[in-house]
DNA sequence: GAGCACTGC
């Protein structure tokens, strides 16, 4: 029998306000039973079936399992769950809990939710990217083809206003059944490190003779080690035990901590301990007030993992894990001062992090406008635009309209899906390791491709601890893959992967989805979104019991003889285009990363002799030293890698005899952009226009080619105060709106009008300076630095013939004497294609049609030379 | 003062 909870008397008042609305915001705290009640609640109602997201696997479970018992049924029958990997649906399932990714997946097979009448969405408030795009989704039905599918949101925050209106609905609220914490904000001085003042708010709890375990927030790893060693040396009466918990922990570590003690226990924790898992006894919270949190830097395509301090809402959330039982304390290591001066919530996920993913599946959605997209927060702008940038630089998407009619790129188009990125799609999975699936089958090595793709998405299987060196693996990637297959090869026993500190349990994840992703996506994807709708002859059964055991696909070890040594690399690099680092010059220990970035390898590496390397790992540290970029899983490159990468973007093949060495070179430097910028700038004398033309033609050059161009622009002025600042001597300007101005005029002529760089996104305002035809040059020209076959060259002349030069670049055409006047789109310069010796192929004085014109021509003669060639 | 939070398909 149900015990009665506080929400069971709300049942009239939630089913009137659903039977008015058809939607509604539920708050209610955690603990008071929402998830186990409403949902079962809302079958009665209800003709089709009813879905439940949730944020976690482990929830997904507990919770479909508490339901079935509750109703008396069993799981798998009108009660049900899946998750990736595992589940239990049945033809009578009509109550599916599932995560919200999974729901999101199933969207693409069954967009109108044919059988699904109700909709819940548990623990919105966590904010979740996938739990925003699967609400916006479900407001969408609901005003096209589902005006029927009932939406109950559920969040544990007072804060519901936004939510009810942005669903246009009203809030029922409920009381929850937690026991009162006493909080005390106890002033630590904020230079001192966090585990001290921990260590002695754990010492006043113990000589206060207040039982009940301890439990201490602490932001990660590092501050968790530093506080449990603090907390074994407080050498106090009563004996302590004091546990570490955190999520790349092993799990029998993990229960160790969260079991009962002969000893009171003192548990130092991440933010693993404030949602996702739940630990008895504990009476006393001890808060940092910090966490490491993810961001992504869209400015840079970066990954950061940063301290901060938490929002009130979160520590709210830690105090509250004191009082689960009884009543409890919590005590604050920062000031009430400074409390009131946090942040109200955390950001949303969609605030802070990496969209591509998000984009990539939205538009297979048929979203093709992520502007109007009535998001319930909009991602920020930056963001989008650097998730647009990926998913075209990975081919997932092309820009619309005639390619050569470019004046229509900005702002870039977000739908225009290609075949290749409607595949990606399907892929669960980061659209990079998407295309390292897709490009592995497409060159013969899937099984190897896609597992890389789970190891690289899944956690670590390595565990901390001394490993013996495999002599057989020379670089990080098939190190790893080779300690995969070992632990496979013994059916990931648990002693045999902690003989070598690999983590059993994470390889065993791996492996799923390794076997998940090697179907590319396709065939058995169908059968799980399927089952969860539709319901499936083989559904009922735990999922992959049949296929996880006993019989194992032949698994190709990539240590095995390789008939193309080289495949693994090149698929990487479709993936990772952006993730190629060189050594800045011989013995150093800086690499440069394409887009001016500087970095250092990880510690593990093996490949520290490389001077040219694929990071599949790139992260931005804080660490006790300050802020690093640390490039981690490294696959050496060499330059043939580099060149086939080119010409595959390019189309032509790599066999022909290319210039390669310049091609090359000419990568690795541009990775150096900003460097040698710099001393080119500190050689120059004290005069403003020259440096302001000096920094339009950088601008103009290396804006055209990458993505992020106004910041950039800002960058660039930053780099030239710093500039000003350090070398006075050289009388160097202050970079401010007049410079600005010059660079542009010293650029185009000084009969073109001035747009504020700051108002704009600089590439569009240096663009619209330029005349349509000078304009269409320099996008084709510089975007991909389009290099001709070995012997032939493009030159730039006058008509007069006054000025020659070598290659042409767009820095060649600033080089020349005096700017060209551009008049009616005829541009008064002449670009030949010379052929070996020097004999000219192609001579147009028309810039605007150029590429139009003579690409195809020149492609055509090529296909004629080397007819055998395969040409894509 | 060793260099890393948590989810999820």
Redesign the pocket.
Known sequence: MPIPLPLDSAREEILAALAVNGSLVLSAPTGSGKSTRIPPMLLGEARGKVLVLE??????RLVAARVAQEMGCPLGGPVGYQ???EGRVGPDTRLLYL????F??MLLDDPRLDKVSALVLDEFHER?L?GDIALAMALRLRRTTRPDLAVVVMSATLDTETLSDYLDCPVVKTRGRAFPVEVRHIDAAE?R?PWEAAARAVREIVRAGESGDILVFM??????R?TVEAVRDLHLPEPLTAFPL???MPAEEQDRALAPATNRKVIVA???AET??TIPGVRHVVDSGL????RFDPRRGI?M?TVQKISRASAEQRAGRAGRTEPGTCRRLWSLYDHQGRSEHETPEIGRVDLS?ALLLLNALGVNDIGTFSWLIPPPDAAVRSARDLLASLGATAPDGDPADLDHRFPPPSGNLTELGRQMARV???PRLARLVLEGERRGCRDDAALVAALL???TILRPGPRNPLAAASDDLSDLLARFSQAREHGFDDAFCQGRSLSASAARQVDRTWRQLRQTGQARHHR?ARACTHGSADAGRPAGSASNRGLSPPFRSSLSPDPEPRTLPLCLLTAFPDHVAARSRPGSPVFNLTGGRRA?????TLCTDCDLVLAC?I?E?E???GL?T?L?LLVPLKPDDLLEMFCNRMGLSSELSWNRETQVVEQIESTRFFDLAIEETRGIPTDRTAAAALLARRIVAEGLHLSGFDDRVEAWVERLRFVATTFPEKGLPVFDDADRQRAIEALCGEDYRYAKVKDRPALEAVRSLLSPAHRRFVDEMAPERIQLPRGHRIRVSYPQGQRPTGRARIQDLYDLPSTPRIAGGRVPLLLEIAGPNNRPLQVTDDLANFWKVLYPQLRAQLQRRYPRHEWR
């Open positions: 944020p976690r696997r482990l929830a997904t998750t990736r990997h995560t919200q990714g999974l999101l997946r979740h996938d230079d490190p932001p990660g790893g590092y501050e968790i530093r955190h999520g790349e991440t933010n693993v996702s898992i966490a490491r949190v993810a990954n993992l993913q669960p999975a980061h998405s899944e956690r799980t250092t390898l990880s510690r593990e790992e992260a540290i660490g006790g030293s690093s640390v981690s």
